[in-house]
């Protein structure tokens, strides 16, 4: 079964970049559609961006446009969302999730597989 685990997060200045992991450590080859999510604290879970199997076609939320960066490497069975130009609005808990074929790339809840999250907190 596919078992996703988040790494990267970290406390950081506005304006500086970090680059977020996740790894599938449940199977070796996989065909899934991936998604970044986050959610902040009081606030719902909102979409950030994702990814087909192939990486060709890829989604971001309007927020994150510009500045965000979603790639995958299927030979490493991982998933990454390079952060630049962090903002304060960007803190939250940000989560990895997977799905064969989720109805929609963009909705949390067309996605079967998260991981445990990873906490970005960006200082003003």
């Known amino acids: 079964q596919v078992r996703l685990v988040e790494s ?3 406390l950081v200045q506005a304006g500086d970049s970090l680059r977020l992991s996740c790894a599938d450590s449940g199977r070796t080859s996989s065909s899934l559609v991936m998604g970044w999510f986050r959610q902040a604290p009081g606030k719902e879970r909102e979409f950030v961006a994702a990814i087909t199997w192939s990486g060709r076609s890829t989604d ?3 927020s ?3 500045r965000f960066t979603i790639s995958r490497d299927n030979a490493k069975n991982t998933v990454y969302l390079q952060m630049n130009s962090l ?3 960007d803190t939250a ?3 990895c999730a997977a799905d ?3 109805a929609s790339r963009t909705d949390y809840r067309d996605y079967g597989y998260w991981g445990q999250g990873t906490q ?5």
């Open 8 to 10: 990267g997060g970290g």
């Open 60 to 62: 971001y939320a309007d």
């Open 64 to 66: 994150v446009k510009g």
């Open 87 to 89: 903002k304060p609005e």
């Open 93 to 95: 808990v940000y989560y």
């Open 100 to 102: 064969p074929r989720p």
């Open 120 to 124: 970005v907190t960006v200082s003003s």
